[in-house]
């Protein structure tokens, strides 16, 4: 299916590896322009070079308020446009204490001021180029911790930082949903559960050591758990962001949709 997307300047923050870097290279065959920022300068120009000529990176701490609004500057100066902003951007919280009483007000807060502020700056930023593009499109990843509590095993770390940080994204797409239908943009969440990232076998490892099992044993456990019967990888969430982003997409807007094998059990409107 063409997703309409060829020559499209697109945007992938935190797009040097795991899920964003699927997502930058899926742009890329579709023929879209492609710029990824990241603030590891190293891999970021290694990943680049995965997805292929014309691709650029921009190096950037989206911590910072200035590198959020510098990014956007640079790839709009780069490419002339803006028409797909995908906010993937994260922190690893992996190692936050399980207990509440025993993280700091850092902790608990970082992934909200890593990603969902991250996602608020990087998109007020890129509002005016997406307004010029007459059919912006954002896309905001936020994990599967936005729609149910998770508790996970001891010295998995804590699902509190997650949850604090996607339930507030899915609440800021909802509300930008609102505020820029009336320019052609629409606005929407894409939340994942447990991917198979670079970041999977040390959570497998950590699990296995907390359970006293191996990591195969532990892997196994975990796929069990999902429907479809396994973990789901990157490329399981491409072509959901894809077509959101598509022009094909320009009546689906607000909406929070989930790719997670299956683990959500709830009815979600």
Do not use: W
């Amino acid at each position: 299916m063409d997703m309409k997307l060829r020559n499209a300047v697109v945007l992938v923050t935190g797009g040097s590896r795991g899920i964003g870097l699927a997502i930058a290279k899926g742009f890329a065959a579709e023929g879209a322009r492609v710029a990824i920022c990241g603030r590891d300068a190293i891999r970021l120009q290694e990943a680049v070079a995965e997805i292929g000529p014309g691709a650029v990176g921009f190096a950037a701490d989206l911590f910072q308020a200035d590198d959020c609004r510098t990014v956007v500057e640079r790839t709009v100066a780069h490419f002339g446009r803006l028409d797909v902003l995908v906010n993937n951007a994260s922190t690893n919280v992996d190692g936050t204490p399980a207990q509440l009483e025993d993280a700091t007000d850092a902790q608990v807060m970082e992934r909200f001021m890593g990603k969902t502020m991250g996602a608020i700056r990087c998109t007020r930023a890129a509002l005016p180029a997406l307004k010029r593009a007459g059919a912006g499109r954002v896309v905001n990843i936020g994990g599967s911790s936005a729609r149910a509590v998770s508790r996970f095993r001891p010295g998995t770390g804590s699902g509190l930082p997650q949850g604090l940080g996607n339930a507030a994204l899915a609440n800021f797409t909802r509300h930008l949903a609102e505020e820029v239908a009336h320019h052609g943009i629409v606005a929407n969440i894409v939340h994942p559960s447990l991917t198979r990232t670079d970041r999977h076998i040390g959570r497998m490892q950590r699990r296995a050591a907390s359970a006293g099992i191996s990591v195969e044993a532990a892997e196994a456990e975990v796929g069990n758990t999902f429907p479809i019967g396994r973990v789901p990888t990157p490329d399981d969430i491409v072509p959901l962001v894809l077509l959101l982003s598509s022009p094909l997409a320009g009546a689906i807007t607000g909406q929070a949709m989930a790719v997670d094998g299956g683990m959500g059990l709830a009815v979600q409107y």
